[in-house]
């Protein structure tokens, strides 16, 4: 099993988010997170999905996207080669000033920003790769999170060429 | 290019022509009179009036395949398109060029759980290759070319059009026959020189090659590339369900079908080889068995398939080719032709001979101990039919005894439900396979519980005069589960036996059909006679032993050389 982050240019039709997730469905394979938003051209909009499955699972769904009417483009991107990125916002719980300056002081070291508090708890937003929001999210447990959303990932491809 | 004020209606009824569709299957309905009332005066396409809509869809696939070109059907909205969802779904599975239009409950009213109203849309995503639902009338003209050109391009298959009523209704100005398509949609027809240079090198310098064919063979056309190449390679032809007609099965490198009730020297003849060429198949469990250790084992793995999709899917292959069979045949020949390669095979061919008469030889030698009052009807059947004839079968036992005795020799003649397996289809294929061929002969080779699914529509034949013949191996059983029963369950036979109801001559006398009963094979010639020279539609009912088996077969869980009840089977 290995992550797999899939990039998709698809024509921005009526149904293409329903055909696009029925094959993964009729596939029995689950989808780890979705993103989908406007791109570059009018007309088409791009798609980032994220599987857990075998290179074999993944050479299936690559050939089977690319074999959708609408889809225009499928870009399987390796990790080493793109940026990767999610957002995520959380509300922690802090029951004392101890644990709120803690709190506060972990976020700056992760480049989060506190965008909300209150007596009890303090709201964080953080961009940032995935792993880094796992480990971030994973010490904030320490405290308590009352709430988590993530807006799943979203990810481009570097370029191969030397950069000037 | 025109500029006329036209009903949307009136576009989807241009459309269709400029399409060259002649001819439509299919049943109004309240959303559809727009539709119905311009077909009403329209000579250029003929409509079909079904009784079923699943019939209509069945013989629009049935029509596609005898005919080549792309099968219509039409439905009202809700019951009418949820009845379609079986026929799209078997045309899908054996990749058929089908145009499927529905009506629909006006712009306004859908979602709003309206009369008749059924999400078609979303129903019949996972069962066509595309689908619209046209929400302007000025879109019809687009969505009608790409609605046929998806159907019957690349890997070919169903595309439905889900016309809401309004749309059908309203006029608009607009320009006729337009031919911008998908910028995603490209099917890729060439294979890649590269890959044809090494499938070609891997075939003659192999000593027992051997060719798998589908239906991929016969959809493109590629059946004279195919004889050519087995011929110059010295390589035996076995073919899958939906290959059969790929090559004369008389034809001396014929081993006929393989798979789990395929012929026993098809499958050993795959055990053998050691450079296997598999073109315009998907690998499916019904040809490869379980057992994958005995799927070749010791070959180069070569697969030919238009759908890239499917290479590495179910097996996985040394040299994989996408693109259209015909190309990559003709490709492979050109190159071998241009090296000037020569390939010696004599062992090999004298080895295909043998499998080959022995394969013969089991077939003629039905009515010996062992072999089934089925096994001799279908011995009949062969002898009685010409070479032109045209059989559809139903699903099951008939479909096997048909698949493995009847000697099929020319493509687009063998018309049979390969990857869903629907019972019933056999029919209203035969229906649609004479709407395309009203010259041939068509029969329908079904059994008992299968015709009884879709029988209602004789009625559609009788009025349109379409004299199809039905035999019905008439066995009282849904056999084939039965016998699974008998052979896995310790005969428990749970639900499966069908009772004396109903009486299929008086059935087809009822419809003003022509029926006769048979109880003995040597007397069916007659009773094949007499329904042709009847000129009616006729059931022929065929009174086949109650627990009569199709055998060998490859118990489920099994391989290629573990094929039980093979004492039938002359050995070599």
């Known amino acids: 099993m290995q992550t797999h982050i899939i990039s998709l240019l698809v024509e921005d039709l009526p149904g293409v988010l329903t055909r696009m997730s029925g094959m993964f469905t009729m596939r029995g394979i689950n989808i780890t997170s979705l993103t989908v938003s406007p791109c570059e051209k009018d007309g088409l909009s791009r798609m980032t999905v994220v599987i857990d499955g075998s290179e074999k699972v993944l050479e299936q769904v690559r050939k089977q996207l690319s074999n959708l009417i609408e889809v225009v483009k499928v870009v399987d991107l390796a990790e080493n080669k793109a940026i990767i990125r999610d957002l995520c916002l959380m509300k922690i719980h802090v029951r004392d000033s101890n644990a709120r300056s803690t709190v506060m002081q972990l976020a700056e070291t992760y480049g989060a920003e506190i965008v909300d508090a209150t007596l009890d708890s303090v709201i964080i937003e953080v961009t940032d790769d995935p792993k880094r929001i796992d480990r971030l999210v994973n010490l904030m447990k320490q405290f308590g999170v009352k709430q988590l959303f993530r807006t799943g990932v979203t990810a481009i491809g570097r370029d191969t060429g030397l950069e000037r | 290019m025109t500029r006329e004020k036209l009903s949307g209606a009136e576009i989807v009824i241009e459309e269709l022509k400029n399409e060259g569709a002649e001819v439509a299957f299919g049943i109004p309905g309240g959303v559809l009179l727009d539709l119905y009332e311009v077909l009403y005066t329209e000579d250029a396409v003929r409509h079909i009036l ?231 198949t998907r690998f499916s469990d019904r040809l490869t068995g379980w057992q994958l250790d005995q799927f070749a084992p010791d070959a180069t793995l070569i697969h030919v398939d238009i759908d890239a999709a499917e290479i590495n899917k179910n097996i996985q292959v040394d040299i994989p080719i996408v693109g259209d069979a015909k190309f990559a045949l003709g490709d492979i020949i050109k190159w071998l032709e241009k090296k000037k390669k020569t390939a010696n095979k004599s062992v090999w061919v004298q080895r295909i001979k043998e499998m080959h008469s022995a394969c013969e030889d089991c077939i003629k030698d039905v009515g010996r101990a062992g072999s089934s009052i089925s096994d001799m009807f279908i011995k009949e059947i062969n002898a009685i039919l010409d070479s032109n004839a045209i059989v559809t079968t139903e699903v099951g036992q008939c479909q096997m005894f048909a698949a493995h005795y009847y000697i099929t020799k020319k493509p687009r003649t063998f018309i049979s439900s390969g990857g869903l397996g629907t019972m019933g289809f056999g029919f209203p294929a035969a229906i649609g396979a004479k709407v395309a061929a009203p010259d041939k002969k068509v029969v329908d080779i079904a059994g008992d519980g299968s015709f009884l699914m879709t029988c209602q529509d004789l009625a559609t034949c009788v009025e349109n005069d379409i004299p199809v013949v039905v035999c019905i191996f008439d066995n009282r059983y849904l056999g084939m589960v039965r016998q699974w029963q008998e052979l896995f369950f310790d005969k428990r036979y749970s639900h499966t036996s069908l009772g004396m109801s109903p009486d299929f001559v008086k059935l087809a006398e009822a419809f003003g059909c022509y029926g006769e009963r048979v109880e003995k094979p040597e007397e069916l010639k007659d009773a094949l006679h007499n329904a042709f020279e009847s000129g009616k539609p006729a059931v022929i009912d065929m009174i086949v032993g109650n627990e009569d088996k199709i055998l060998p077969m490859i118990p489920p869980g099994g391989g290629l050389t573990g094929m039980i009840g093979a004492e039938r089977c002359k050995h070599i």
């Open chain 2, 50 to 280: 079904m009784r079923h809509e699943q019939c209509a869809a069945h013989a629009a696939d049935g029509y596609a395949r005898v005919s080549g070109k792309t099968g219509v059907c039409i439905a009202t909205s809700g019951p009418g398109a949820t009845n379609l969802v079986t026929g799209l779904a078997n045309a899908s599975m054996d990749s058929t060029p089908v145009v499927a239009l529905t009506g629909q409950v006006p712009t306004a009213a859908i979602g709003s759980n309206a009369f008749q109203e059924a999400s078609t849309f979303t129903i019949t995503m996972p069962v066509t290759k595309y689908n619209f639902l046209v929400k302007r009338t000025e879109d019809l003209p687009k969505v009608l070319h790409n609605a046929f050109y998806i159907a019957n391009t690349g890997r070919k298959g169903v595309v439905l059009v889900d016309l809401p009523k309004d749309v059908l209704a309203t006029k608009v100005e607009v320009d006729l026959h337009q031919k911008e398509t998908f910028a995603g949609y490209n099917p890729k027809m060439k294979p890649n020189n590269v890959q044809i240079k090494k499938a070609a090198e891997a075939l003659v310098n192999a000593e027992r090659p051997l060719i798998i064919a589908g239906g991929g063979v016969i959809s493109t056309g590629a059946t004279e590339e195919l004889r050519h190449l087995a011929e110059f390679l010295g390589a035996p032809v076995v073919t899958t369900l939906m290959g059969k007609g790929a090559i004369p099965e008389n034809h001396p490198f014929s081993l006929g079908m393989a798979g789990m009730h395929g012929r026993i020297y098809a499958n050993r003849a795959i055990y053998e080889c050691d450079a296997l060429l598999a073109v315009g």
